[in-house]
């Protein structure tokens, strides 16, 4: 094969990529950094994204900006599984639990960052698929019927999936709220 002709395609990978690239990055980090509450590690869950596609380890079959996105929570998810500790910015807007803002007192807002630190905690400690759905419904806002088709599944398995996941986050925000007791 001639060099000429080698580069035509390499050439049009670099293009689709970079085109790919402008039209989902900023969903692809804002999703991350909803999950991880670090700019920092939001950024670097984007950029494993987007190698991996760059790497040809990972080619969307067809909807490149659903898999990005779902690329994108199971990273930051999978960031925090291996973390195992708390990231340093409260989840409190994302996650719809009261945020507590200027003027209120320094209790309440130290209290608003810990409950956010024991969400992140507790839902790295869920089965993977059930973190994704609850990302999807209560971090991203997502109804189950579009989690159902994102996912490739029924509604009422998302139904099932999603009171199990609220479930056993409640349970462990408990456990939590006694060990700090």
Same mark, same amino acid.
Request: charged letters at 15%; zero cysteines.
């Given at each position: 094969?001639?060099?000429?002709?080698?580069?035509?395609?390499v050439t049009e990978i670099r293009d689709s990529l970079s085109r790919l690239f402008r039209? &989902? &990055?900023?969903? =692809? /980090?804002t999703a991350a950094y909803r999950i991880t509450g670090s700019m920092a590690d939001a950024e670097d869950v984007a950029q494993a994204v987007f190698l991996r596609m760059a790497d040809g380890d990972a080619t969307?079959? !067809?909807?490149?900006?659903?898999?990005?996105?779902?690329?994108?929570?199971?990273g930051a998810l999978d960031l925090l599984r291996r973390r195992k500790a708390a990231p340093v910015a409260p989840i409190e807007d994302a996650a719809n639990v009261a945020y507590v803002g200027h003027g209120s007192s320094p209790e309440a807002e130290a209290s608003s960052r810990?409950?956010?630190?024991? /969400?992140? /905690?507790?839902?790295?400690? /869920?089965?993977p698929r059930?973190?994704?759905?609850? !990302?999807l419904r209560y971090l991203e806002e997502l109804g189950n019927r579009e989690i159902a088709a994102l996912m490739? !599944?029924?509604?009422? =398995?998302v139904a099932v999936t999603l009171h199990n996941a609220r479930s056993r986050l409640k349970k462990r925000l408990r456990e939590l709220e006694e060990e700090k007791s």
């Open positions: 094969m001639a060099v000429g002709s080698m580069i035509a395609p039209e &989902h &990055h900023r969903r =692809v /980090l969307p079959a !067809t909807n490149a900006g659903s898999y990005l996105y779902r690329a994108a929570i199971n810990e409950l956010g630190r024991w /969400l992140r /905690l507790a839902i790295g400690e /869920l089965p059930a973190a994704e759905m609850f !990302t490739g !599944t029924s509604q009422a =398995v």
